[in-house]
């Protein structure tokens, strides 16, 4: 596959998540009965409903080697499992786009986590971006630049517990990276974290199933987020990072809250105001700016 086919996907991979923070707004919107549970339960039975199959067919599942079983279950508590909880609860609470902007600082973090666990050093310049990238989530939490907090804290609790989380992930995705492709790590993650939500829905939420409205909206919308969400924008970035590497990949992920936002705005969902797209351009640039390589000697 040419550079030239990869960009567009991995564009198209951003334009994907960045509306699945609408689509799940909107689903708490429109399903009074629908939960956390509910949505992450059913989105990782259709992520994994098509995956499986699909990669079976193909030959291309990878078996679990032995001794690695325990990382797996260990990497799908954190994500999906855990991950989820806290960004879908977050959601809930917050408005789609400001979940993004929050999200879409994960890459500004995993530094620090590297740092820990690899002894690895952390440059001025990412110090820079993570400072730049707060100063656009100030910005974006102003309401009319009044001063007035426009965003739930425990919502914002909930989202930055998510990023706490994904930074555990990466590091424990290094143990796995080596050894498996990258699809085959994913269709592993949402089929044991599928696992992990069915008993904790029907323990916490299974009450709640027959009062939801299963709308021909509510099916595809939940169909748009277990297999574009959750199975192809994961193929289509495995793509970039397998051709570009995961650096200029991962720089395309940084567009995904404009994407929020723009859905957000079509819908009727939010209203455009001077500080979301001010407080967007300062977060992306100080993403963009952290994940500059080194200068060559």
Same mark, same amino acid.
């Given at each position: 596959?040419?550079?030239?086919?990869? +960009?567009?996907?991995? /564009?198209?991979?951003?334009?994907?998540?960045?509306?699945?923070? $609408? $689509?799940?707004?909107?689903?708490?919107?429109?399903?009074?009965?629908?939960?956390?549970?509910?949505? !992450?339960?059913?989105?990782?039975?259709?992520?994994?409903?098509?995956?499986?199959?699909?990669?079976?067919? #193909?030959?291309?599942?990878?078996?679990?080697?032995?001794?690695?079983?325990?990382?797996?279950?260990?990497?799908?508590?954190?994500?999906?499992? @855990? +991950?989820?909880?806290?960004? /879908?609860?977050?959601?809930?609470?917050?408005?789609?786009?400001?979940?993004?902007?929050?999200?879409?600082?994960? &890459?500004?973090?995993? &530094?620090?986590? !590297?740092?820990?666990?690899?002894? =690895?050093?952390?440059?001025?310049?990412?110090?820079?971006?993570?400072?730049?990238?707060?100063?656009?989530?100030?910005? !974006?939490?102003?309401?009319?630049?009044?001063?007035?907090?426009?965003?739930?804290?425990?919502?914002?609790?909930?989202?930055?517990?998510?990023?706490?989380?994904?930074?555990?992930? /990466?590091?424990?995705?290094?143990?796995?990276?080596?050894?498996?492709?990258? @699809?085959?790590?994913?269709?592993?993650?949402?089929?044991?974290? #599928?696992?992990?939500?069915?008993?904790?829905?029907?323990?916490?939420?299974?009450?709640?199933? &027959?009062?939801?409205? +299963?709308?021909?909206?509510?099916?595809? #919308?939940?169909?748009? #987020?277990?297999?574009?969400?959750?199975?192809?924008?994961?193929?289509?970035?495995?793509?970039?990072?397998?051709?570009?590497?995961a650096t200029s990949a991962c720089i395309f992920t940084n567009v995904i809250?404009?994407?929020?936002?723009?859905?957000?705005?079509?819908?009727? =969902?939010?209203?455009?105001?001077?500080?979301k797209p001010i407080g967007i351009i300062i977060v992306v640039a100080g993403?963009?700016?952290? =994940?500059? &390589?080194?200068?060559?000697?």
């Open positions: 596959m040419k550079k030239s086919t990869v +960009y567009p996907l991995l /564009t198209l991979a951003s334009i994907i998540w960045g509306v699945s923070f $609408i $689509i799940t707004k909107q689903l708490f919107l429109t399903e009074s009965h629908i939960t956390v549970f509910i949505i !992450m339960t059913f989105r990782l039975f259709l992520a994994t409903a098509v995956a499986v199959p699909s990669l079976l067919l #193909l030959h291309k599942l990878e078996p679990i080697r032995p001794g690695h079983l325990k990382w797996f279950l260990l990497l799908a508590l954190c994500e999906p499992f @855990i +991950y989820s909880i806290c960004e /879908t609860s977050g959601v809930q609470l917050v408005s789609g786009s400001m979940a993004s902007i929050v999200v879409a600082t994960i &890459p500004l973090f995993v &530094p620090f986590g !590297m740092a820990i666990a690899f002894k =690895q050093k952390i440059r001025p310049v990412t110090l820079i971006g993570i400072v730049l990238s707060l100063v656009g989530l100030s910005v !974006m939490l102003l309401f009319g630049g009044q001063g007035n907090l426009d965003a739930n804290p425990i919502g914002l609790a909930w989202l930055f517990g998510a990023v706490l989380i994904a930074v555990v992930f /990466t590091i424990m995705l290094v143990k796995l990276i080596d050894h498996y492709q990258p @699809i085959t790590i994913t269709v592993y993650q949402n089929l044991f974290g #599928l696992l992990y939500f069915i008993p904790v829905m029907l323990i916490a939420d299974g009450s709640n199933l &027959p009062l939801l409205s +299963y709308s021909p909206r509510m099916i595809l #919308l939940l169909l748009i #987020l277990g297999v574009f969400c959750s199975t192809l924008a994961y193929i289509f970035y495995n793509i970039g990072v397998a051709k570009l590497g809250p404009v994407f929020s936002l723009v859905a957000a705005i079509l819908i009727g =969902q939010e209203q455009l105001t001077w500080s993403v963009i700016l952290a =994940q500059l &390589p080194p200068r060559k000697k």
